[in-house]
């Protein structure tokens, strides 16, 4: 069964470093996302990107971050210059149309950012 | 806003209970709904998904129902593990249905 694949599944680093998150999403999906899960809070939508534009954002989602396409397979988050409050579980989704009764997103397993 | 409450926040049984995890959300105008298990420290897997025109979906142990006028929805899991162990999520589409919101999650435990 086809899924969405994030790596590396724990990232560890530095205050004031650069971090890139990358997902492979579902080879014909269209639509990604990218969601947060601060240690024991609730999973919170980031970001939504469709035909290399941002769609949708949440007021998390501010300057220090961005999100690129590079390439046919991969979507990644990027963190510009991380604080100890980044740390978190980062989730990627994909789906293959935004079309409100199918707009059924896929979960990568997640990467955990350590921010020390 | 789409809000998601889960009741209880955390649930203890003996093994072999059928128990029940409660979700509400408050925007009802939603096309589908879906139940996630999330192990400590782990990611999120997907158990069942109903679309807004089901009553309920079943996999295995497991029961979803849906009721979208009362803005409700309940996972039922018969015969209870300690291989249940876990966080269960709740999540909606919200908003532009271009996000998902989750509910805090209830956390389970089952003693063997």
């Known amino acids: 069964e086809p899924e969405v694949t994030q790596t590396p599944s724990h990232q560890v680093t530095q205050m004031g470093q650069e971090v890139i998150l990358r997902c492979v999403p579902i080879?014909?999906?269209?639509?990604f996302y990218w969601y947060r899960q601060i240690l024991g809070q609730k999973v919170e939508f980031l970001v939504s990107?469709?035909?290399?534009?941002?769609?949708?954002k949440s007021e998390i989602f501010d300057d220090q971050f961005s999100v690129e396409r590079p390439d046919g397979s991969n979507f990644t988050l990027k963190i510009r210059s991380t604080k100890l409050e980044d740390s978190a579980m980062y989730f990627c989704?994909?789906?293959?149309?935004?079309?409100?009764?199918?707009?059924?997103?896929?979960f990568g397993a997640g990467t955990r950012l350590s921010v020390l | 806003k789409q809000e998601v409450t889960q009741i209880p926040a955390a649930l203890s049984v003996p093994e072999g209970e059928n128990l029940v995890l409660n979700c509400s959300f408050t925007?009802?105008?939603?096309?589908?709904l879906q139940w996630f298990r999330q192990d400590p420290g782990k990611g999120l897997t997907s158990l069942l998904l109903?679309?807004?025109?089901?009553r309920e979906q079943t996999s295995g142990r497991l029961n979803a129902s849906l009721d979208k006028s009362s803005g409700r929805s309940t996972l039922y899991i018969a015969a209870s593990q300690p291989g249940d162990s876990a966080t269960y999520l709740c999540?909606?589409?919200?908003?532009?249905?271009?996000?998902?919101?989750f509910g805090i999650g209830t956390k389970l435990q089952v003693i063997p």
């Open positions: 925007d009802s105008a939603i096309y589908n």
């Open positions: 109903i679309q807004s025109s089901q």
């Open positions: 989704a994909s789906s293959e149309e935004a079309a409100i009764a199918k707009n059924i997103q896929y």
């Open positions: 080879s014909n999906h269209l639509y």
């Open positions: 999540a909606v589409p919200s908003g532009g249905y271009q996000k998902v919101t």
């Open positions: 990107f469709y035909n290399n534009e941002i769609s949708e």
